[in-house]
Structures are given as C-alpha cells and as structure tokens.
C-alpha cells in the first residue's frame, strides 16, 4: 500500500514536471521568435496615429509634450536602422527615445510584440507675423529597406512678451500680435494702461497683471478684449486657475473694463483696501463676461465698484466676495451651477467685518443650484446698507427692495453651456424698471420701456 502511494505520487510529480517544461520550451521558444530579427520587406511597423497636431503655441515658448507609440506586430523582432526629424537640427520640433533628445537615432531593436515610445514637442522660433501660421515635419522610420512617416504640424503665433515687466507710463496696446505675460505685468501708480478694442492678453502659469495706477481696457460688442491663459487648445479653453488675475492695488483708481472677456484664472479680479471718502468707483465693469475661477470673478475689500450689463459665471468659491465698500449692480446675471465643481459658497458674499457695507442691485439676476445664493455677514461693529429693486434672486430670506422675484426660474437658454440668454416666457421678461443711463443689453441690443432683468434683453 506504502509502495503503490508513493509510485502514484512519483507520477504526478513526473506530469508536472513535463508540463513545467513543455511550457519552458515554448516561452523559451515564443521569446526566440520575438528577438530573432527579420529582414522581411513586409515587416512594417505600425503607429497610434499618422498625424501628431499641436495647437496654436506661442513662438519662443514649448508646447506640451505629445506621444506617439510605435508597434512592430509582427512575431519576429525588427531593426529600426533610421528614426529622424526630416528638417534635422533646424526641425521646430523635438522627438525623445529611450530617454534621449536628438533628431537621429540609429538601429534600433524592437522585439516583437513590442512597442516605442516616441515623446514630441514644438519650438516655434519668431516670425513676427500677427495671425498664426502653420509649420509641419515629419518622423522618418526606417526599416528593412521600407520608409514610413508621422506628420507632424503646429501653429506658431508671435507675440508681444512681457516678462516682469514694469509698462512706461500712458501705455497703449493695440490688436494685432497678442500680449504675453510671464511673471507679472505692473501698472505704476501715476500711469495708464488703455487697451484697445480687440486686443488679446494670454498669460502664463502665475502670472498676473499688478495695477498700482490705471487699467483702461475698452472693447467694443463686436470687437472683444480677451484675457486668458496661454494653453490654446481645446481641451485647455474652459479651464480654470490656469493663471493669477489682475490684482488693483490700494490708491489705483479711474479703472474701466468694457466689452472684455476674462477667462480661466484664479481670481479674475482683486481690489484691495481704498480707504477714501467717496463713492466714485475705483472699478467699473461693464457688458463683460468673467467666467471659469478657481476662486472669484471678483474679491473687494473697502472699495468702490460698478457693474452693469455683466455676467459672471462659474467658479468654485464665491462669484462676488465683496467685504465693506460701495458697490453697485445694474442689469447683471450673476449665475453659478455645479457643472464643473463642487460648490460650498453663495454667488453673492456681502459683508461689513471690514467696514460699512452699502450696496444697491437693480434689475439683476443672482442665481444659481444652491439653496440659497446670497450670504451675509452683517456685524454691529459697522453700517449696512443693503437693498435689491426689480431683481430675480435665490435667497432663504426677504431682502430688502420691492419688485424683487424670489426663487423663480430664470429660465436661461442653456445654463450648462454657460448661455444665460432668457428662454420666452422667462419670468425674467419685462420685470425690469428702466434706467435711462444704460439703453442697451450686454450684446448692444436695445432696451425697451419694460427691460428685462439681467444681462441680456430678450
């Protein structure tokens, strides 16, 4: 009984063993066949993509870094003789292997089965043109006698570039090659920076636009200015704290934003502390668009501000954080949505902690997907003086005010998409009071004797 055990034991061990082998052969085998190369002619290689396209970039400045995957499927292994940029050492373009940047690499094995991984990047040298242009190359693959190539293509685009730069004073930036900013661009105290209709301004990661004097940035409803970050493709366009924002310092004053888009910073616009005895407002923003913050579109402390005919949308804290101060808001749509973040702030923060608070709102829209849009912290340490006329408003309380409309739909177009046009039969329709000194919506369409309330007239 001993015997015949340990025998059928012997032979499960004898099986196992074959089978342990056999496998070694084959993977010893099938790892042959993968590093035994093949002078085949049919022996291509493949690619994850026959085109590799950057967006615009700026010139003087690199491009994110793009990949490629080269395949060999077939079972042998193949030497790639050539792998080259066709314009060389002159090519706008850069290519790493294996760790290494060149424009040549030579004889390389890649088994089969296998795949490379090629990194690519853009450098676009000035060209002093104001529109973009494109500029193209290829990666040649070599193998076996066979010639394959990935096209490469990127738009270049010159630019004015402001790097810690101090501007002279009584400035003038017009359309044409955009601004670029790197570091910050500061505003003196005494000067003027007018911007003119159209202008672009793109501004690298931390940087930011410090005014000390005046920023006059004049658009115009067909010609936009546009502050943004500097990441130009798609995939970059709607997002947020790509850079600082414009920060306006104690003592500057005068400034004016009209017809401006401010896009995709952190906080759009900071005002810090002017401690003067009037209300003439240190900052007015009109018919604009401030959208995608990581935290405001604007943050004031113990200022002056007007805004009319503005929208404001779409950051993760407060849209307006506005502690102590002047402050004054005309036909606005003030709406934020948790679309793209999770929300734990009001659009509206109102408060006194840092001085008397008054602040009028009139015809204005302040909505949004939380309860309650509209937060107050009022103190008996100081003066408040808060008060809402013929505005549509998502609030817990009852504000002060007559012909406000509480917790109504406003009903916009497409509050998804950002579109924060009035559907027919908004509530918003006709529930305005005319007010002579603004005649015109945020697009420059007439107001009529009944407006509606927010940015745009229906």
């Known amino acids: 009984m001993h015997e015949s055990y340990i025998k059928a034991k012997l032979m499960k061990l004898y099986k196992y063993l074959y089978i342990v082998f056999a496998l070694c052969i084959a993977i010893t085998s099938c790892n042959r066949k993968k590093d035994k190369l093949t002078s085949d002619p049919n022996a291509l290689l493949s690619f994850s993509a026959n085109k590799i396209l950057f967006d615009t970039l700026f010139t003087s400045t690199g491009s994110v870094t793009k990949r490629l995957k080269v395949f060999n499927k077939n ?196 005002i810090h502390r002017t401690d003067d005895a009037d209300t003439l407002p240190e900052l007015t923003i009109a018919n604009s668009y401030i959208l995608n913050m990581t935290k405001s579109a604007l943050k004031a402390e113990a200022t002056d501000v007007y805004v009319y005919n503005s929208v404001f949308s779409n950051t993760a804290s407060y849209l307006l954080h506005c502690n102590g101060g002047n402050y004054y808001f005309y036909h606005n749509t003030f709406a934020n949505f948790e679309y793209d973040y999770f929300r734990e702030s009001a659009a509206l923060y109102l408060s006194n902690i840092s001085g008397a608070l008054y602040c009028r709102s009139i015809n204005t829209i302040v909505w949004g997907n939380r309860a309650d849009e509209i937060q107050n912290q009022n103190t008996a340490s100081a003066n408040w003086g808060v008060a809402y006329r013929n505005c549509l408003l998502k609030t817990t309380s009852l504000p002060v005010g007559s012909g406000n409309l509480l917790n109504i739909d406003p009903k916009f177009e497409n509050e998804s998409k950002k579109d924060y046009r009035l559907k027919a039969g908004s509530p918003a329709v006709d529930a305005g009071i005319p007010m002579a000194s603004i005649s015109t919506d945020i697009e420059g369409k007439l107001r009529d004797y009944h407006p509606d309330v927010g940015a745009y007239e229906k």
């Open 75 to 270: 079972k042998n292994a193949v030497c790639i003789t050539s792998v080259q940029l066709a314009g060389g050492s002159n090519s706008h373009f850069k290519i790493i292997v294996n760790g290494k940047s060149s424009s040549t690499f030579s004889d390389l094995i890649l088994a089969g089965g296998d795949s490379l991984l090629v990194l690519i990047s853009a450098w676009i040298n000035p060209s002093d043109k104001e529109l973009p242009y494109l500029v193209e190359d290829s990666i040649m693959f070599t193998t076996n006698g066979n010639l394959q190539s990935v096209l490469l293509q990127a738009y270049g685009q010159d630019a004015h570039f402001k790097t810690n730069a101090v501007i002279s004073c009584n400035e003038v930036w017009k359309k044409g090659k955009p601004y670029l900013i790197s570091g910050s661009l500061t505003v003196p105290q005494g000067c003027t920076l007018t911007i003119e209709k159209g202008t672009k301004i793109f501004c690298r990661k931390n940087a930011s636009m410090q005014v000390y004097g005046t920023l006059l940035a004049l658009g115009s409803k067909d010609s936009l200015i546009l502050f943004s970050g500097d990441q130009l493709s798609k995939i970059y366009q709607n997002t947020p704290g790509q850079w600082t924002g414009i920060i306006f310092h104690s003592n500057s004053k005068n400034n004016f934003i009209q017809h401006t888009k401010i896009i995709n910073a952190e906080t759009a616009l900071t």
